[in-house]
T-cell receptor, first 112, second 113 residues
Framework: QKEVEQNSGPLSVPEGAIASLNCTYS??????FFWYRQYSGKSPELIMS????GDKEDGRFTAQLNKASQYVSLLIRDSQPSDSATYLC????????????FGTGTRLKVLA | EAEVAQSPRYKITEKSQAVAFWCDPI?????LYWYRQILGQGPELLVQ????????DSQLPKDRFSAERLKGVDSTLKIQPAELGDSAMYLC???????????FGPGTRLTVT
């Protein structure tokens, strides 16, 4: 079992719809959670961080964290073709050094 | 806006040659990370520095890879000798200190022929 799991996709949604991206993790002691967007051939760009259970909103993005169920999700409202990218979930391990574990990413395609 | 700088952006080298990558983190960021990302996968940590000290290099292939951050600012990652399997994107990231958000540089795309 991978430490951080994401569905590789592609996830296709029509323009204007809500895109829902999910991530599960295995280390119950994980403290911090991050979502990155990565366009093809580019480096990851930080979208959001979330540290406590519940929802965190930033513009069209909402991150949701449920530590009891060990999952974190990212919702993108009013999806645009420019949102088409790979979305990486990163989890900060709960023990030892501050090591970030990345999922393999979910590829999102927003159809115009 | 402060950014992580990396060079070169692209590098093509023949196997068995030496190659080096440079990273300059965001000013004031104490923690620096080197990652390798293979196409279709997430970044994998190679080495983590806190100031000039190595905190984690458990995934660094030490027979051919080395990394340093002598003055606790910029850093160099070296591969000698390069192998075909080293072809990947090499990413540098920095964070104000460990445990906070990390910010990535543009990366170096390495192709070993």
């Amino acid at each position: 079992q991978k430490e951080v799991e994401q569905n590789s996709g592609p996830l296709s949604v029509p323009e204007g719809a809500i895109a829902s991206l999910n991530c599960t993790y295995s280390d119950r002691g994980s403290q911090s959670f991050f979502w990155y967007r990565q366009y093809s051939g580019k480096s990851p760009e930080l979208i959001m961080s979330i540290y406590s259970n519940g929802d965190k909103e930033d513009g069209r993005f909402t991150a949701q964290l449920n530590k009891a169920s060990q999952y974190v999700s990212l919702l993108i409202r009013d999806s645009q073709p420019s949102d088409s990218a790979t979305y990486l979930c990163a989890v900060l391990r709960g023990s030892g050094t501050y090591k970030y574990i990345f999922g393999t990413g979910t590829r999102l395609k927003v159809l115009a | 806006e402060a950014e992580v700088a990396q060079s070169p952006r692209y590098k093509i080298t023949e196997k068995s040659q030496a190659v080096a990558f440079w990273c300059d983190p965001i000013s004031g960021h104490a923690t620096l990370y080197w990652y390798r990302q293979i196409l279709g996968q997430g970044p994998e940590l190679l080495v983590q520095f806190q100031d000039e000290s190595v905190v984690d290099d458990s995934q660094l292939p030490k027979d051919r890879f080395s990394a340093e951050r002598l003055k606790g600012v910029d850093s160099t990652l070296k591969i000698q000798p390069a192998e075909l399997g080293d072809s990947a994107m090499y990413l540098c990231a920095s964070s104000p200190h460990a445990g906070l958000e990390q910010y990535f540089g543009p990366g170096t795309r390495l192709t070993v022929t």
